[in-house]
Structures are given as C-alpha cells and as structure tokens.
C-alpha cells in the first residue's frame, strides 16, 4: 500500500530535477570519454616496422628481403628446423612453417620505414635534399607497381634545436613530391626523439601547415611518436609528459613506439644490459600503456640489435623469437626489425602465439555469443579481447578467416564489430 502504482511499478525517490543535475556534472566527463577515449577504429596494425637507410631503399627491397629471410632460414636446414631450434612445439610449427613461408614470399615487410635519421646520419643538405625527392619517387613507384608494403613512410630528424629545420625541410620534400603522384593510404611519417610535449605540438602545427598548403583536408597527416626519453616518461615537475600527448595534439598522434638503445643509453645502462626485456624498459612501456589506453593510440616495442648473422645466428633467431613472444603476451603487437634474418622468427613467434591461442579463443566466443555455458564465464570486455586477439591473427596471416567462420561463425567483419563496437566497419 503506497509503494507502488497502478502499473504495480514501485515509484522513485529522485526527482526529475536530482537527474537533470546528474545529467549537468558529468556532462564534461561525457564529453572527455567521447572526444579522447574514442578507442581502436578497428584498422589493421602491422606486426612490425622494418627500418632501413634511405639511400638503401628500393621499391623492390620488400622482395629482397623476403628472399634473404627464406635463404637465411635455410642455411639452418629450412623454416622447420629453425622452427625446432627455437623452441616450437612440433604440433604448432607443423601448422605455422607453411603459413611463414607464404608470408615471406608474399608480404614479407607490413610496414617500412625509410630513415633519414640514426640510419642515415648526417651527409649535407644537397645530399639529403636530393634523397628526399629520390625517396619519395621510388615510394610512388613501389606503389604504382603494387611492390610497396601495405604502410609506408619516412623517420626524419628530430625536433631537437640542431637537427629541427633539416627534418622539416626533409618531410616538406618528400610530401611535395609524393603529392606530384598521390599519398599512399598506408603513408606513415614518425617524429624521433621526442622529449616535450611542445615538439609534438609543433610536429602537429607542420602537419597541418603541409595540409594547407597541399590542399590536404585537416588530420590527413598523421604521425608516430618514437618514446626515447626519459623526459618523456618522467618530467622535471614529476608529471609524465607522454600521459598528456593524445590530448596535445589530438587526432594527429597515430602510435608511440619505444627506443629501446636511446632511451638505455639515456639512463646510464651499460651497452651489454640494453635490451628490450631490461627493468628500465619494462617501466617506460607500462607507462606508456596506461598513456594511450582507451585512446586508439597503438603502440610498438623497440628492436633488438643482436642480429642472426655470422657463427652465432640461431643464439640471436632464439633471442629475437623470444623477445617477440615477451612483447606479444605483454600486449605490444607490433615491433621493431633491423635485418631481414630477422624476419623468419618474426613470424615463426607471432604465428605460434595466434595458432596456440585461438582454439581457446574462438570455444570461448562460441560460447559468449551462443550464450551457452563453457568452462570460462566471459564479460563483454574480455569477449572484446578474444575478438581482437583472433582478429590479428587473421589479418597477420597465422589463421585463415575461413576457420573462424567455422569455428566461431564470425567473418572479419563481424569481428571488428565485436572487438571494437565504437569503430565504422566498412
């Protein structure tokens, strides 16, 4: 009597009013969690970034480096033994050799950067000039000729005082003149060394400055940041710079990728102990995790200079493949390659984690959607994770899309939808 109705509906308290001012003091938080946690658009990540000088870049270096990694691997006896010699259970290296061997001689670069930084150096302004344009013309070939990787672009020197006008004038060249054929879609341009958050800011401003003057419509030109600084993590006043790069240049930030020997090197660790597993690198990257959670940022781990040449290459292919493995389960998807030996164990350990974990991947997503009970109760946000773990795995090659719609009875669509429900599935 009283607490109800005549719909039998019980009556509430608060009054229209008590939720209008709800509505009013989380209006801004609203507004913050739409504008700058917008999460993944669901776009295809590359697995890693290949760096090569460029004065070395040819539109044909994808194919070459393909075929130096199959050779490589079979100075060792094949894919399969390389497989075995770093540790790969014989039933998943079963499933994986042939899938690495069709991605080496297919796509065996996801992404390239052309580098007129650390691997270029200083060789004078005609020269650099000069490779700027060339650069630019073999990147509008490599892409007429369907020889280009699915992302490409440049690293240019710093925003640091000495080296700030040769950067810019080298991306002012090189878009000017990739302009003169069209920018690839997968153009991907990153900003080294970064210490402020005003360097970003200012990469932002030329970005948009370039748009103009290209006719380019606003955010076309979009950049990584490369985290080599400890001032980037940690600043003078006890903040952390990188926590507030998404909304300092918003939209315009595609990635952070990790330094490894910069940033080492910027803490006093000897040369023997930089490594990408190093305490000091773990740290950075936690926070740069945290940094960009939420905001479709994407992040890279750094790279390891112990390469699989000479008398003790399958110590280092066992290195490398391990240290893939460590980024991956670490939620870094995506790395750095230096060599093209080091490209087999690149897609030996990705493949292997996708080929192992996608039958508890997809029983669990049947049983998420078929609302059935299975031996894990999921939420909707880890269902979103098991989706985006499949979902790499189908676009990096390790599973076939036929497989999940067997499996799972998901196409990639559908997966994208379920891994990333804010994103505009074409």
Known sequence: MGDGNATGVR??????????????????TDELLARAYPGDDGSRQPLHTVYVPADRYAPELPAVWGRA????ADSVGGLEALAEAVGLDAEIAASVVPRVREKLEREPIEDLRIDFED???GRGDDVEDADAVLTAKRVAAAVGAGLAPPFIGIRFKSFEASTRARGIRTLELFIAELMEHGLPDGLTLTLPKVSTIAQVEAMADVAAALERAHGLPDGRLRFEVQVETPQLILDAQGRSPVARLPHAAPGRITGLHFGTYDYSASLQIAARYQSMAHPAADLAKGVMQLAVAGTGIRLSDGSTNILPVGDRGVEAWRLHARLVRRSLERGFHQGWDLHAHQLPTRFLATY???REGYPEASARLRSYLDRTAGSVLDEPATARALAGFVLRGVR????APGEVAADARLDESALVSLAHPRAVVA
């Open 69 to 72: 990694a199959l050779a490589a």
């Open 119 to 121: 691997g270029y150096g």
């Open 396 to 399: 990096c090659g390790a599973i």
């Open 11 to 28: 009556r509430t308290a608060l009054t229209s009013a008590d939720l209008a001012a709800v509505e009013a003091r989380l209006a801004a």
């Open 352 to 354: 292997a984690f996708y």
